[in-house]
């Protein structure tokens, strides 16, 4: 009979001691799911937090690489290669953002004042660089000298920043370049359209200038390329001017950024 309650008692104790530990087997599942969940979900509001609502970027009007024309309605349809290119980096990263046409000297200035978010397209310089940080450049961009026809190009280069009469758009990285490079005859102007007309005109010798910019404007004039005279100075290429102010508090939005320019690069060359 002793045995008999014994072997009870150790039956009994071992169903206790089975249904404790399937009772902890299954509190640390709970707690294991638990803690991965919320590591999952530390993880994702991490890497959202670099990620804003909505980005603004500030252009100009600047075919055929970004322009804004208004139909009979009043509806802005944009377009443009740098548009496009920029559309396609924002489209994989799964970013909202709103461009803003202004004229390109307050499109910059809003930025160093941190009213906007960036500006494009853009090639580096010291000034913009002491505001805002330029991201991988993905739109191809050739820099020409044009010449009047009948102008007689001074054979070296000395010679031209001494005496040749040139023109370039105001608040323009190529105006920046000319006066960096102590070309000392240099006059500004607000658009490409007044440059074109008053080379045609031969009031200035030459110009220096993004070459589909200034090509496009000559056939919308209504002139012959054959009116002027190209010698190629150089490449630099474009990017996103995004603002310091803004990246402060988005630190992990520019790697992203960069990380899609390369695919979805504009070259036409």
């Known amino acids: 009979m002793v045995n008999k309650a014994q072997s009870k008692r150790s039956f009994h104790h071992q169903a206790k001691l089975k249904i404790f530990c399937s009772s902890l087997i299954v509190i640390g599942t709970i707690l294991s799911i638990a803690f991965y969940s ?17 980005v603004t970027i500030t252009t100009q009007q600047w ?6 024309e208004r139909d009979s309605q009043g509806v802005a349809h944009e377009s443009g290669y740098g548009l496009t290119a920029l559309d396609c980096v ?44 330029l991201s991988n450049t993905f739109i191809q961009q050739e820099w020409n000298f044009y ?5 007689r190009i001074p054979a070296s280069i000395n010679e031209q920043k001494s005496n040749t009469v040139f023109g370039a758009r ?17 006059k500004t102007f607000p658009t490409i359209t007044e440059l074109v007309k008053l080379l045609d ?42 603002g310091k102010t803004f990246l402060a508090k988005h630190p992990g939005f520019l790697e992203r950024f960069n990380r899609h ?5 504009f070259d036409y060359q």
């Not at 608040?171 to 005859?185: T, V």
């Open 38 to 54: 919320n590591a999952k979900s530390d993880q994702n509001n991490s890497s959202q937090k670099g990620k804003p609502k909505l």
């Open 147 to 151: 010449y009047h026809k009948n102008y």
């Open 170 to 186: 105001i608040h323009s990285n190529s105006a920046h370049w000319l006066a960096k490079n102590k070309f000392k005859r240099v």
């Open 63 to 68: 075919a055929p690489y970004h322009s804004q």
């Open 90 to 133: 924002m489209a994989k990263i799964g970013q909202p953002y709103r461009v803003i046409f202004l004229p390109w000297g307050r499109a910059q200035n809003s930025v160093k004042q941190g009213k906007y978010d960036a500006f494009f397209s853009a090639s580096r310089n010291e000034w913009r660089d002491q505001f805002a940080v």
């Open 261 to 265: 320019t390369q695919a979805c690069r």
């Open 201 to 242: 005109a031969k009031r200035i010798d030459g110009v220096m200038e993004n070459a589909l910019l200034f090509e496009a404007q000559v056939r919308q004039s209504q002139l012959s390329l054959d009116a002027f005279v190209k010698r190629p100075n150089m490449r630099i290429d474009l990017g996103v001017y995004f």
